[in-house]
């Protein structure tokens, strides 16, 4: 890294709390190594409150632009001066570009979930999905799922009056039929799951400091013919993960999402192509 490092190298950085647990820095330093590009990425422990200070620092330190996790996603949009139609339509951001000073923000995390699943084999065009979870990562799932063709999508969150706004401006935009229930009807879970192709953990149960939690809590929901995906990566299987497969179900981490969006931020970044097989095989 001591090497490579310049007067001119450019810091994109990683905002969210937690996130030492990340590899992102790993993933996109390793990246830019290989295609000898001078850039920088390191992760700093950013929540809702220091977020302001911290995208302004972006502006401020002429930063190439930065990624978002959670619990930044949504609050974020407020920041930019342009958000990309994706991003617009699903109200969260996960990438920040910074081009002379205007903040553009990007969401690449449907994109990198779909492309995650073709790379496992997994084919969910034409088929239904029950998706865990209404905010930033879900959403942007939804949207990029419904565009690709999914025929349907049932939403559970904890709050689902708060999301329906939303979904119905994601039914109108792209056709697809969307529904949105109440996490904690878990009978109108187990119909929905019953018909469905594919279900999605989105939501941060699962993961640090509830990582001994999980967000299905009665397993005869899990079917050999059922694919499971939680977007979490750490722990690399979650309690619903290890049920899931317990069961016979093909499950899925949030690795492959996290590898496929990462590449697509490199992307805006840096007008170049993320070398996705050397790093998958360096460190997945």
């Avoid at 996490?183 to 989105?202: C, M, Q, T």
């Avoid at 001994?212 to 990566?233: A, C, G, M, Q, W």
């Amino acid at each position: 890294m001591a090497e490579r490092i310049t007067g001119k190298t450019e810091l994109i950085g990683l905002f969210a709390t937690p996130i030492r647990h990340s590899i992102s820095p790993q993933m996109h330093n390793e990246a830019f190594q290989r295609l000898q590009l001078d850039y920088a990425y390191l992760a700093f422990e950013v929540g809702q409150e220091q977020l302001p200070s911290a995208i302004q620092s972006i502006k401020t330190l002429g930063m190439r632009g930065a990624n978002l996790s959670m619990p930044n996603k949504q609050l974020a949009c407020h920041y930019m001066d342009y958000l990309s139609p994706a991003a617009k339509l699903a109200g969260a951001i996960n990438t920040i570009v910074n081009d002379n000073g205007v903040l553009t923000g990007h969401i690449t995390d449907g994109t990198g979930f779909m492309s995650g699943l073709l790379q496992e084999g997994i084919q969910i065009i034409g088929k239904k999905m029950t998706l865990l979870g209404a905010g930033g990562a879900a959403t942007a799932i939804c949207i990029q799922a419904a565009l690709d063709g999914v025929s349907s999508i049932a939403i559970f969150d904890r709050y689902p009056e708060k999301y329906k706004e939303k979904i119905a401006t994601i039914k109108k935009e792209t056709n697809c039929t969307i529904q949105i229930y109440d996490l904690a009807d878990s009978d109108k879970l187990h119909i929905e799951v019953r018909n469905s192709a594919i279900l999605v953990n989105a939501t941060n149960v699962g993961m640090k400091p509830l990582e001994n939690e999980t967000p299905i809590h009665d397993t005869s929901v899990f079917r050999k013919d059922l694919v499971v995906v939680d977007v979490i990566y750490t722990p690399r299987e979650t309690i619903m993960l290890k049920q899931a497969r317990e069961a016979g179900c093909q499950t899925l981490n949030g690795l492959g999402m996290l590898l496929w969006q990462g590449a697509a931020a490199f992307q805006l970044w840096t007008g170049k192509e993320m070398p996705v097989a050397e790093i998958k095989e360096l460190l997945f």
